[in-house]
Structure formats: structure tokens, C-alpha cells
């Protein structure tokens, strides 16, 4: 019976998930066929060219082309597979989206698992202490992480630790002028610190704030009282009743923070020129390259939707006890 709830449950998960991937096609494709940018002049800068050589890009590009005829080409190439070919990088999509991609997933998953990790300990440092300086020191830390522009800190970042004191390296994902085989793990993990300090920002407060108020429930319950009756206090009393019973809503939050994660991905990888899909994002949209940002933005819609799911499934079937939560509340 269990089994076939959570296959009707995945099964009406994938049904959504195909209406959505739909209707993010067409709105997006309307949205880039109503950009001003003009792909050509983008692609060429300020070159100038002979009116020949531009009727030629203007065909590449399909420029003149109707807009309905040009989604419907795309969209019967991509049910086959085929996502097309960079305008600027020109190189099949599903090339570029692979390397940009693997690229942003480390940077990623390394700040996911640091936000949550620290957000974690901090909200149950501070949920133990309610009331008490260190809890207030740990909240307007926490308001102090909202309230920052991510851009803004690792503009900060940049300047303090890799201009002015020159610990790390200004940009990129690996050192300027060695070859795939000359560049070690140490290379890649020190380019590397700085974008993920900063991403992890982004999740770091709200996992914080939200284990606080949870461990600051679960230890005014009924059965934390029973157990301190028999004799259980301290960081014992909290490991043993508090954490177990904190640990996967506040999962359930950091997999709910997907789309967060992405977004700050565009930012901290422009900022840092990291090599990764929010760069190429952005390289698509300001030369109006549709294949690779009509890509791009389909293969976020999948990851944001699988973050999602992940957090409905703890959600249904994993932790139930949320949801009974939430119901009574």
C-alpha cells in the first residue's frame, strides 16, 4: 500500500513536472523574442561589417525567421534530443551546459553542505542558550547575513582576502595557463574557497533561525519535561531528544532552498568569473544566444523541481511527524 502511494505520488510529481517544463518553454522563448538586444550587433561588438557578411549572421542567427516557426523548429529538435548549437560558444548546447554545469554543482553542493553544516550548529547553539547572549550574538548575526547583498559581499571578499592580502586567487576555477593535467587539487579547492564563503551565505541564517525555533519547541515539549524529570540535562538531553528531532525539517529546508542556491550561483560566479552555468547564463543573455539560455533554463527548472522533490518526499514519507506538525498548529 505504501509502495503504491508513493508511485501515484512520483507519478503526479512527473505529470507536473512536463506541464511546468512546458509552460517555462513558451514563456521563456516569448520573453527572449521580446529582448531589444539585436544578437548580431551583441556578437560583433563594435566591428564593423560589410552588409554581405551581416545578411549571413542574420541567417544563422534567424533573425528574420517568424517567431512561432522558430519555436516550433526548437521545440521538435528538443523532443529529439537535440537542445542546438551555442551561438557564441559553437558548440552543441547540451556540450556547454555538461562542462558549465559539472562546474556550478561543486561550487554548489560545497555551499549547500557548508550552510547547512554551520547553519545547523549555530541554530542549535543558539536554541540551547534561548535568551542568553550567545542566542542574541547568533540572531543578529543571522539578521546581519539576511540583510547582505550577496554581490555585495563578494565584491568584499574579493578586495579583502585576494586583492589586499592576497591569500586567493582574483577569478576563476583554476590558475591562468596551465593545462588540464598541470592543475592540482590544491589549485582547484583554493579558487574555490572564496565563491563558496559566499554563496553560503545565502542559506546559512535561514537554517540558523529556523533550527532555533525548532530545537526552542521540541525542548518546551512534553516528553523533553519527562526526561529531565529522570535526571537527562545538558548537551546529552539536547543530542539525544533535540537534534534527532530537528535534524530532517531543517534538511527539508535546505533542499527547499534550490532556487535560492541557483540564483546565487548567476551572482557569486559573475563576480568571481567562475567558470560556471550562472556565468554562461548571463554570456547567453546579454548576446541573446536562445538555444543555450532556452538549455540553461530548462536544465534549472529540472534541478530547482528535483530539490523540491527531495523535500516532498521527506516531507510525505520520511518524516511524517512534519506534517502532523503543521496540522495541528
Known amino acids: ?31 527572449i523574442e521580446q529582448s531589444p538586444i539585436d544578437p548580431v550587433r551583441a556578437y560583433i561588438g563594435e566591428m564593423s561589417i560589410q552588409p554581405e557578411q551581416r545578411a ?15 519555436f516550433f523548429n526548437w521545440a521538435k529538435n528538443l523532443l529529439n534530443g537535440d537542445f542546438g548549437v551555442s551561438l557564441i560558444y559553437r558548440m552543441p548546447v547540451t556540450h556547454v551546459i555538461k562542462e558549465r554545469f559539472t562546474a556550478s554543482l561543486i561550487l554548489m553542493a560545497s555551499s549547500w553542505l557548508l550552510s547547512g553544516v554551520v547553519g545547523f550548529i549555530l541554530g542549535i547553539i543558539a536554541g540551547m542558550n534561548s535568551g542568553s ?47 588540464a593535467e598541470e592543475v592540482t587539487l590544491f589549485d582547484r579547492i583554493q579558487h574555490l574557497i572564496l565563491p563558496t564563503l559566499t554563496l553560503s551565505v545565502l542559506g546559512v541564517a535561514q537554517i540558523a533561525m529556523f533550527t532555533r525555533e525548532k530545537l526552542i519547541e521540541v525542548l ?27 535534524a530532517l525539517p531543517a534538511i527539508t529546508l535546505q533542499f527547499l532552498g ?3 542556491l541557483f540564483g546565487g550561483a548567476v551572482l557569486v560566479e559573475q563576480v ?7 556565468q554562461a547564463t548571463v554570456a547567453a543573455g546579454l548576446r541573446s544566444d536562445v538555444p543555450l539560455l532556452l538549455g540553461i533554463v530548462l536544465v534549472s527548472t529540472v534541478f ?26
Open 272 to 278: 568571481f568569473s567562475y567558470p560556471g552555468i550562472g
Open 1 to 31: 500500500m505504501k509502495h503504491r502511494k508513493f508511485g501515484i505520488f512520483i507519478g503526479k510529481k512527473i505529470i507536473r513536472l512536463l506541464i511546468l517544463l512546458m509552460v517555462v518553454c513558451i514563456a521563456s522563448f516569448w520573453l
Open 56 to 70: 549571413l549572421l542574420e541567417e544563422y542567427w534567424g533573425v528574420n525567421t517568424p517567431s512561432h516557426e522558430k
Open 133 to 179: 547572549l550567545i542566542d542574541k550574538a547568533i540572531k543578529t548575526y543571522c539578521y546581519v547575513l539576511i540583510a547582505t547583498p550577496t554581490f555585495w559581499l563578494a565584491l568584499i571578499l574579493l578586495l579583502v582576502f585576494s586583492v589586499y592580502l592576497g591569500w586567493f586567487p582574483v577569478g576563476l576555477s583554476v590558475p591562468i595557463g596551465l593545462t
Open 220 to 246: 518546551s515539549s512534553d516528553y523533553v519535561l519527562f526526561a529531565k524529570a529522570r535526571g537527562e540535562k545538558g548537551l546529552d538531553l539536547v543530542l539525544r531528544h533535540g537534534v534527532r528531532n530537528v
Open 304 to 329: 530547482v523541481f528535483l530539490g523540491n522533490l527531495i523535500a516532498d518526499i521527506i516531507y510525505e514519507f520520511i518524516d511524517p511527524r512534519i506534517k502532523q506538525q503543521e496540522a495541528t498548529q
Open 258 to 260: 534550490f532556487s535560492e
